[in-house]
């Protein structure tokens, strides 16, 4: 196939809720200049978001280390984090973008196909008819017309089922509360929570799903701000991000306006998390 020679990339990119927590992290320019060289080798080798030299061989860490002239170990730890924040998926042992539609054009890339609603969904069985495919026909060389059409028929016949299994962010809100150590002061906080519930609907209708760490960290940020700057101040925060369309909540609206109740949560930790 031909590389796509660019990819689309949103301006409010940098407020979205996986980079902020990204950017907390240990070597935070490190791992996202990774991200981004991992974006733009994906469209050279337009490959639906999937890493496979030649259709045979999957992308190590190693190789992806020389390609992106880092340190083995940095590009590792990018790896694990972007598979932490569902920002990449290991298929078969083959790394993938699920959400690489985001990213580039499909019309263009793929003018011989409609794509409906949940063309995202149909995108992550395309990847993963690739990549099975491919590690079981290691010696023969992939008709890739042929297998477009076999994922297709894959596609349809599973389609039904898939929608069913499909999780939401309340979903994974209720997984996480069956352990979450904190769950008691949730409990006793009913404007919190109503306003935790508008804000993950708010992200299910962006088709934004957040993992259960994702989950984990809002949660003990919400509480975090609750206690600083009280429910009434971070409940506006969270409705002013949502009537703005931001992808994540500004929280600095609430630090510039209000003095907080007290200097520090106690946690240093949760104390780090000041833009999620």
Same mark, same amino acid.
């Given at each position: ?6 990819? @689309? ?14 950017? +907390?992290? *240990?070597? #935070? %320019? ?13 469209? @050279? ?28 170990? &940095? ?5 694990? &984090?972007? /598979? ?7 298929? %078969? ?27 995202? /969904?149909?995108?992550?069985? @395309? /990847? ?58 949730? %409990? ?12 993950? +609907? ?24 609750? @206690? ?31 003095? *907080?109740? /007290?200097? +520090?949560?106690?946690? #240093?930790?949760?104390?780090?998390? #000041?833009?999620?």
């Amino acid at each position: 196939m031909a590389d796509v020679k660019w990819i @689309k990339i949103t301006t409010d990119i940098f407020d979205d809720e996986k980079l902020l927590l990204i950017e +907390s992290l *240990p070597e #935070a %320019d490190s791992i996202i200049v990774i991200w981004f060289k991992l974006l733009c080798l994906a469209g @050279k080798m337009n490959n639906s978001g999937v890493f496979l030299m030649n259709d045979k061989i999957a992308f190590t860490d190693e190789m992806l280390a020389t390609i992106f002239r880092r340190k083995k170990n &940095t590009v590792k730890m990018a790896l694990d &984090t972007f /598979q932490n924040f569902g920002m990449i998926e290991i298929v %078969d042992n083959v790394i993938t973008i699920p959400n690489w539609g985001k990213h580039q054009n499909l019309d263009q890339l793929e003018n011989k196909r409609e794509y409906m609603r949940e063309y995202m /969904q149909e995108y992550r069985k @395309k /990847q993963q008819g690739i990549a099975c495919k491919t590690n079981s026909k290691t010696n023969s060389k992939t008709n890739v017309s042929l297998l477009d059409k076999d994922i297709d028929k894959e596609i349809d016949k599973e389609k039904e089922v898939e929608k069913k299994k499909k999780k939401n962010n309340l979903a994974t809100l209720d997984e996480v509360l069956v352990d979450f150590k904190d769950k008691a002061i949730l %409990d006793s906080n009913e404007e919190l929570q109503n306003i935790i519930i508008t804000w993950l +609907s708010y992200k299910n209708e962006r088709k934004d799903y957040l993992t259960k760490t994702g989950i984990k960290t809002l949660l003990n940020k919400f509480i975090t701000m609750e @206690k600083s700057y009280g429910v009434e101040a971070v409940v506006e925060c969270v409705n002013n991000s949502i009537s703005n369309n931001y992808q994540g909540i500004i929280w600095d609206r609430i630090k510039k306006n209000i003095k *907080p109740t /007290q200097s +520090s949560t106690g946690n #240093a930790f949760l104390d780090k998390w #000041a833009n999620v």
